[in-house]
């Protein structure tokens, strides 16, 4: 978690004129262990998000999300070949919260490293949960760690906050 926050400082002073930024994670439970590798880099006018997944020989992965912050957009989603390419990469959105998930075809074993699924979107990026479970030894096993993710931008935020007060405010003048 340190080296975490450590590129996340590094990335804030980068700003939005940056190459390729690439974060490793291990998540653990204490026994359970993978490493996920995120990046994001520009792309077509935009930032390309993608995540490999890289099980420990003691982990054996079928699900992986990312946490997305309120307000993320994401413009298309894709898979680069490799081991247990997911049968499902999607968005998935809730009342509460909303994510990408992939479900893979088989199982993305040990010591292997998973086919890469990205998506895009016109949001610079921040650090947010990512989750990756499986069934090991019987055992379904889940844990979570740190990834790159869009974020909306200070201004779009503030200008989706002025749209609903002004909506608020009509409202009131009409009601």
Do not use: H
Request: net charge negative; hydrophobic share 40%.
């Amino acid at each position: 978690m340190k080296n975490v926050v450590g590129v996340l400082a590094v990335l804030l002073a980068v700003g939005p004129a940056m190459a390729s930024i690439s974060i490793q994670d291990v998540f653990t439970d204490g026994t359970y262990e993978v490493t996920v590798e995120s990046v994001v880099a520009p792309y077509e006018g935009q930032y390309k998000y993608s995540y490999t997944i890289l099980p420990s020989t003691t982990a054996n992965i079928q699900w992986f999300s990312v946490s997305l912050t309120a307000g993320a957009v994401i413009s298309d989603m894709g898979v680069e070949a490799g081991t247990g390419e997911p049968v499902i990469w999607t968005l998935v959105s809730g009342p509460d919260s909303s994510s990408t998930d992939a479900v893979f075809t088989a199982t993305v074993p040990a010591g292997s490293t998973s086919a890469t699924v990205w998506f895009t979107s016109p949001q610079n990026f921040t650090v947010t949960p990512g989750a990756a479970a499986g069934l090991n030894d019987g055992q379904y096993v889940a844990t979570t760690g740190q990834v790159l993710s869009p974020i909306p931008e200070p201004a779009t935020m503030t200008l989706l906050g002025l749209g609903a007060v002004l909506v608020t405010s009509l409202r009131k003048k009409r009601g």
